[in-house]
Structures are given as C-alpha cells and as structure tokens.
C-alpha cells in the first residue's frame, strides 16, 4: 500500500506526529542530508508498524517534505489503524 507523508527534519525527537487529513506527519531528528532523514522515516515507520526491516520504502519526494511511502505486508486500514494508536 502507499501512504502520503510530511516529514519535519531537524526536530528534538523521532516521532509519529499524527495525521494532517489523510498525510501523515512525521517528525525526526535526523537532518536532511545525505538521506539521513529519509532512512530515519522508514526506521520509525518501521518500528510503529511492527513490520520487518525493508518493508517501508520512500518511493517519490525523496528531496521534499512531501513523500509517498510503500508499505509491505499491511492493507491500508490496518495501517491507519496502527498508526491512529500512536499519533
């Protein structure tokens, strides 16, 4: 499944920081360089979804603050689900 994020880069934490509509907005400390910020999104989707490690790609915006992700192993409800928990 794909899934619409914001990402903030250069925050004080690594967080899921809830949903803007139907974006979800994510929150990390890495900065965006050199793909930090972008291997630090698919490590907290990662981990908030209980899912394997390569499960979650960036798949476009991988220079912007709007991305689309790819999601393995989840449909689309049981993802807005978990991630509803959390943010």
């Known amino acids: 499944m794909k899934l619409q994020i914001k990402v903030v880069p250069g925050s004080s934490r690594d967080c899921v920081a809830g949903w803007l509509g139907a974006i979800l907005k994510i929150r990390v400390s890495a900065a965006p360089e050199r793909g930090k910020a972008n291997a630090a999104v698919e490590r907290i989707l990662t981990r908030a979804l209980h899912l ?36």
Request: charge should be neutral.
């Open 52 to 87: 394997p490690k390569g499960s979650v790609r960036i798949t476009s915006g991988k220079t912007s603050a709007q991305k689309t992700v790819e999601i393995d192993g989840l449909e689309h409800e049981e993802v807005v689900c978990r991630l509803s928990v959390i943010g």
